[in-house]
Structure formats: structure tokens, C-alpha cells
């Protein structure tokens, strides 16, 4: 089975239906249509590239996206998805390493990414989609050039469909190869977890650049309709909620929290609402609970990472209606494996932990990557004792519950986005006055968590709070840069050199 194969089924069963509607009355695509677009744009695609060929996109929440989320990989392409939030510097990174031929680029987006032409290294074509260039090619021309009917190629369930990107402890981007038949078995179980139906109304405000943008071609798989966000606006998602009778969404915590916090939440009609899904991080316990107190138990969890094409746990509607009632230890939890993928929580020489016993998350399944492109070293520490290992580290209770307590390799996630400590740091390192260097993760009531520096200086050298601003905006997406600078005399180290980072944060913790 396809990717493609979920929109080739609803254009033969509801060929009128809206699949897709755009919030801001940009554009909108029936079953029919989207279906159409995307052989077209797949058909198109190889009189300008070649089977196995990396086809990266550039762009916001558009239609042209969802196309492409389906039709490149129809004919045997990979779709390369780069984050529009990153720095060019790290778009041609990712472009290099790819080895994409071809980029989809969002005409906002073109100006930047040609400034760094020079340095790509295997790119042939720019499609501009939106405004056309006289110096560039269109998306547009170039679908009107594809035939509309399913390709000739014959592809296999096994090749790669997309390639997401998702930094290293190194600081460095890896990018997760997802197969059609990792996708299909992450849509096929979140389905069966969170039970879409051809009524289901999906507001989706999630990047489509990001592992959750999964949502929706899961909320197209029975036939249902999505109604897209180019971005994030709590009182835009209310009103379109009330216009459009909406009955599912999907957030991050912080949309979650900003969402409560909104002094016109009780102005709108949000009673349509049946399920509201959550994930991305962990969602504070409070935010939690008064999600459960305004909209009822319509709540459920999803954890998953990029490397799996979707959730791998969830925290039911009845776990939440539990906690409601009193069991409040589940408002902690981050649920219970899903129905194929097998899930163990494990110690360092990949035994079984005990009962409330800390140890790593690993899995197996259909859905998980089959590996990180061009990087054999990295997959096969990965992979190590045949289960993928996830980097978080979790207990699980008598009931199978799984709770989170940290994550390994001090990720931080701010805002739903992970952002590594080392590759802050390495941007740090190269200005002159810094001595040392650590990035950590604090608290933060709207983000989750926040980004924190805490820096020596080299001695005689004048660096200030701004300095290491401006050097870090100079390298890094705004999400990766510093949001509390801290200056220190030293940092806390180990008998063998490594910084406590555990001390850092229980001193910086109050941000003093």
C-alpha cells in the first residue's frame, strides 16, 4: 500500500467531498482534485527528475503541500522536508546531505534559499510555488504539465517516501528515512487509536514539516475533512471552530496553554469539539487538567518521534476521563504503546526494567525508520540489540502506563520544536570571547521550556548578554536561540571532565 493509495480510494468513493480547505480562502481541493494535483505533480516529476531522486519542499501550510506529500513519493521520490523556521545556512546543510535535485520553494522563501545557491552541491531545479518568476519555474506550469492519471512506475511498499530531518547529539541534522510502509503503519494505528470517521472535521494549526503534520493524511484516511492553518493563532482557531463546526484538532502544549489563557475563550461556540489531541513534549500537568475542566474528556495523548512517522503511545479518552475523576497519577502519563508497535522500557544492557524502574524507551515495528540517510554509524547505534532506541527515558507502572522523566542526551523542547544543546553550543564556541559553554533547558509557563546559556567568559575579554545574542541569531533558527544568558566564573564538571548539567539547572532553575 501507497501513500497515495488513501487519496486514490476517497477520489473513487467521494470524489466531491472536500478533502482539504484552506483557513485564510486561499484555495481548496476536493477528493477528486487533490488526487488529480497529485499525479500530475508526480507524472511531472520525471521529466525533470529521476526514481530515488530527493524532491525537497520549502514552504508554510499550503495545498501544494498535501500534493506533495502524496504524489512525490508515487513515483518512487523522496520527499525532503526542510523546516522553514531553520537558518539557509542549515537548509543548504540539509540539502547537501540529501542530495535533493529538485526543492518545491515557497516564493517567500526563494529570495533567501538563492542567496545560497553557490553552495548547493547537488540541486538542479528551483519550482517556485506562488507568485511565478520570469527566472524561475512554477509549480503551477509544472503540474499543468503531468497527466492526471496514476503513474506507470511501480513502486514498493519498502522504498522511501519522505526524509525528515531531526538534529543529532552531535548538533548535527540526521535525516529519518520513512517508508510507505512506515507511514501506513503509523496512520493505520493512530486510526484505529483515535477513530477519524468520513464526518470527522480536522482543524490542523501543526507544521506539515514536522512528524505531526502526520495528522493529516491520518484524519484523510476514512474520508474526512481538513481544514488547514498556515500557522498558529488561538482566537483565529476559535472562530474557525465555530464557522466550521470543527471536531478535531491537534495541538502542542503551549497552543494548548495559550489557548486557556485567552481572554475570549468563552466568547466563541466551541461545542462541536470531540477530540483534541496533544503531543510534541510533555504537557505540564496543570495545563493538562484545565484542558479536561473547560472542554470536558475529549482529550488524548499521542508521543512519537520523527524516526517513527507518528505516535507510538497514547493516553486514551478514558485515561483522561480517570484522571478527571480523581486518579490524578494519569495526568502524568504519556499513555500506553499503541496497537502495532511493541514498545519496552529497558536498562543499559538492554534487560527488561522492573516495575517503576527508569530506564530507556526502545521499539520495534512497521512504522519505525529503516534507518538515517547517508548515515550508517548513527543507525546502527540506533538499532543497537535489534530495537530502535528512542533516547527518552521513562518508568512504566502496573498498568502498562508509561511516564516520562527525562530524556537522554539533554534535548530541549521549546514550544513542540527540539532543540539540541550542543549544536547551541558549538555557535556559541566560535565567538571569541567564550571560554566554556552550556545549554540547558529551563522552565517556561508559555514554551515549555526555555533555552539557557550559561557561559564563561576568557579572561580580559568583555562579552555581554547581547553579544552572545546576536551570535547566536547570526547561526541559528530563532527557536535554537538563547532566551536567559547566564555568565559564570566556571561550570560544574565530573572527575572526567563532563559538565553537570543536572547542577546548572538546579541552580539557574529560578533564573537567577
Not at 270 to 289: C, F, T
Amino acid at each position: 500500500m501507497l501513500i497515495s493509495d488513501v487519496l486514490r480510494r476517497n477520489a473513487m468513493r467521494t470524489p466531491d467531498k472536500n478533502a482539504l480547505v484552506m483557513a485564510d480562502g486561499s484555495g481548496s481541493r476536493t477528493y477528486a482534485e487533490l488526487y488529480e494535483r497529485a499525479m500530475r505533480l508526480a507524472n511531472a516529476l520525471l521529466g525533470i527528475a529521476a526514481r530515488g531522486d530527493r524532491i525537497a519542499i520549502l514552504s508554510e501550510n499550503n495545498p501544494e503541500y498535501v500534493e506533495a506529500y502524496y504524489g512525490v513519493p508515487a513515483v518512487g521520490m523522496t520527499l525532503t522536508m526542510l523546516n522553514y523556521r531553520l537558518h539557509p545556512k542549515e537548509w543548504v546543510w540539509i540539502l547537501n546531505n540529501s542530495g535533493a535535485r529538485v526543492v518545491l520553494v515557497e516564493q517567500r522563501y526563494l529570495e533567501a534559499l538563492e542567496e545560497h545557491r553557490g553552495e548547493l552541491e547537488t540541486v538542479e531545479h528551483f519550482i517556485v510555488i506562488g507568485e511565478s518568476r520570469p527566472d524561475a519555474r512554477s509549480y503551477e506550469d509544472l503540474v499543468a504539465e503531468g497527466r492526471p492519471t496514476e503513474p506507470e512506475v511501480r513502486v514498493g511498499d519498502d522504498e522511501v517516501a519522505w526524509l525528515l530531518y531531526t538534529s543529532g547529539t552531535t548538533g548535527f541534522p540526521k535525516g529519518a528515512q520513512l517508508t510507505h510502509r512506515n507511514i501506513n503503519t503509523a496512520l493505520i494505528q493512530s486510526v484505529l487509536a483515535y477513530e477519524p470517521t468520513p464526518d470527522t472535521s480536522y482543524l490542523n494549526a501543526m507544521p506539515l514539516c514536522h512528524v505531526a503534520g502526520y495528522l493529516t493524511p491520518m484524519h484523510q484516511f476514512n474520508g474526512g475533512s481538513v481544514l488547514m492553518m498556515s500557522g498558529w493563532d488561538p482566537e483565529q482557531w476559535m472562530r474557525l471552530v465555530q464557522e466550521h463546526r470543527v471536531t478535531s484538532g491537534g495541538f502542542a502544549p503551549t497552543m494548548m496553554s495559550m489557548l486557556l489563557a485567552h481572554p475570549k475563550i468563552d466568547e466563541y461556540d466551541l461545542s462541536s469539539l470531540e477530540w483534541m489531541g496533544y503531543g510534541a513534549s510533555k504537557i505540564p500537568v496543570d495545563v493538562l487538567r484545565r484542558t479536561i475542566e473547560r472542554f470536558g474528556p475529549i482529550v488524548y495523548a499521542g508521543m512519537g518521534m520523527t524516526e517513527l512517522g507518528g505516535n507510538m503511545l497514547t493516553l486514551d479518552k478514558e485515561a483522561h476521563i480517570r484522571a478527571a475523576n480523581g486518579e490524578v497519577h494519569l495526568l502524568d502519563a504519556v499513555g500506553k504503546p499503541m496497537a502495532l508497535v511493541d514498545v519496552r522500557v529497558v536498562r543499559p544492557d538492554g534487560e527488561d526494567c522492573e516495575i517503576g524502574e527508569i530506564g530507556e524507551i526502545v521499539v520495534q515495528g512497521d512504522q519505525v525508520t529503516v534507518g538515517y540517510h547517508g548515515n550508517p554509524r548513527a543507525t546502527e547505534e540506533a538499532w543497537a540489540g535489534g530495537w530502535f532506541h528512542t533516547g527518552d527515558l521513562a518508568r512504566k507502572d502496573e498498568e502498562g502506563f508509561l511516564y516520562i522523566v527525562d530524556r537522554a542526551k539533554d534535548m530541549i523542547i521549546s514550544g513542540g520544536e527540539n532543540v539540541y544543546s550542543s549544536e547551541v553550543e558549538n555557535a556559541l564556541y566560535e565567538h571569541p570571547g567564550v571560554a566554556e559553554a552550556a545549554v540547558i533547558g529551563l522552565p517556561d509557563p508559555v514554551w515549555g521550556e526555555k533555552v539557557a546559556a550559561v557561559v564563561v567568559r576568557r579572561e580580559g575579554q568583555e562579552v555581554s548578554e547581547d553579544d552572545i545574542v546576536a551570535q547566536c541569531r547570526s547561526r541559528l533558527a530563532s527557536y535554537k536561540q538563547p532566551r536567559a544568558v547566564f555568565f559564570a566564573d566556571n561550570l560544574p564538571k565530573t572527575v572526567s571532565g563532563k559538565i553537570r548539567k543536572n547542577d546548572l539547572r538546579d541552580r539557574f532553575a529560578t533564573g537567577e
